[in-house]
């Protein structure tokens, strides 16, 4: 008798904790990454920062280099002046929250970057994943990991090729002049 209540009080223990999962795909932050996402897609700035707490880390392709919500939006126009159009491509979207063994919430992303770049109108396709940590539905943390190979290529190669047009545009230096004109008045003499 005594282990039958033992196990009905071990049955009614373990049904009635709620257990939350540690891993979904739909949730309050993922919706606020979403919105992060569309912010930026869209240079809503203001908005974006809003996502953040004032505290946020930001970090990109570094785990030593750290911005601030407030640093966000400078970040991101300094790199936009280099393209005519970009945004994460919408079908190629992913989002999960997870819970770690801590008990901090992450919410991933992954995504393919698209940008047309203004000097040629080349396309570049980035893939990107970004995970953030929240805390009372604010940022408090993001890493951002990407290969920016190809871009950093592709620039280059118009530096270059923009120094190369650039010399040959240069009017040649005409140091000469003055020796002709001499020579001429030397002989109008004679």
């Known amino acids: 008798m005594k282990n039958l209540i033992l196990i009905g009080c071990l049955l009614l223990i373990f049904t009635s904790c709620e257990k939350k999962p540690r891993y979904t795909q739909n949730s309050?932050?993922?919706?606020?990454?979403?919105a992060a996402i569309n912010d930026y897609d869209y240079q809503e700035w203001e908005k974006l920062m809003s996502h953040?707490?004032?505290?946020?880390?930001?970090?990109?392709n570094t785990r030593s280099n750290v911005l601030s919500p407030k640093e966000l939006a400078e970040f991101h126009k300094k790199n936009d002046v280099y393209f005519?159009?970009?945004?994460?491509?919408?079908e190629n979207r992913e989002y999960e929250m997870v819970e770690d063994n801590n008990g901090k919430t992450w919410v991933n992303f992954w995504g393919l970057w698209k940008g047309n770049l203004a000097a040629n109108n080349?396309?570049?396709?980035?893939?990107v994943h970004i995970t953030y940590q929240f805390i009372d539905n604010k940022i408090v943390t993001e890493y951002g990991y990407w290969n920016s190979s190809e871009l950093q290529s592709e620039l280059q190669k118009i530096n270059t090729e923009k120094s190369a047009t650039d010399s040959v545009q240069e009017p040649q230096a005409v140091e000469d002049i003055q020796e002709v004109i001499d020579i001429k008045d030397t002989e109008d003499l004679e």
């Open 28 to 34: 309050e932050q993922i919706e606020i990454v979403k």
């Open 52 to 60: 953040y707490a004032d505290t946020a880390h930001i970090y990109y």
């Open 84 to 90: 005519s159009t970009r945004a994460f491509e919408d």
């Open 122 to 127: 080349k396309q570049i396709i980035i893939p």
